[in-house]
């Protein structure tokens, strides 16, 4: 195998942000860089969230296990009926038929998500956490 097919090196900062292209950056950043790596059986993420945000909406997943890791700030997540506080450096692991939905504190929080990857597995659910 060459190289440019045992690896791909990609910026998050250099992905789409989809919540823009969605009409939900009042909230922050969601950059599915999945697509970008080239990943066949990953799914990577990066959001940010702007000071006292919420995401616009929650979701779960029918297969994939998600593992989020809080890289700076803090806020809270919902996890079912449940909300738990989030720090820097916190590790959440969510099994997949759990909604989850983040909302980052008075210095906002920057997620990032990864896990196996399952085409078409997430359900959107709007107005989940109001």
């Known amino acids: 195998m060459s190289p440019e097919t045992t690896y791909t090196h990609?910026?998050?900062e250099s992905v789409?942000?989809?919540?823009?292209?969605h009409g939900f950056g009042e909230m922050g950043e969601a950059r599915f860089?999945?697509?970008?790596?080239?990943?066949?059986?990953t799914g990577v993420s990066f959001h940010r969230l702007r000071p006292g945000?919420?995401?616009?909406?929650?979701?779960?997943?029918?297969?994939a296990e998600e593992v989020y890791v809080v890289l700076s700030g803090s806020g809270r997540v919902k996890l079912d009926e449940e909300v738990r506080e989030l720090v820097a450096h916190d590790a959440l692991r969510v099994?997949?038929?759990?909604?989850?939905?983040?909302?980052?504190?008075?210095?906002?929080?920057?997620l990032l998500a990864v896990g196996?990857?399952?085409e078409g597995d997430g359900e959107i659910l709007p107005g989940w956490w109001s």
């Open 33 to 41: 860089a999945t697509g970008d790596l080239e990943a066949q059986r």
């Open 53 to 63: 945000r919420r995401q616009s909406f929650g979701h779960r997943h029918e297969q």
């Open 95 to 110: 099994a997949p038929p759990v909604a989850r939905c983040f909302e980052a504190g008075d210095d906002g929080m920057e």
């Open 16 to 21: 789409e942000d989809s919540a823009a292209a």
């Open 10 to 12: 990609v910026n998050l």
């Open 116 to 118: 196996a990857r399952h």
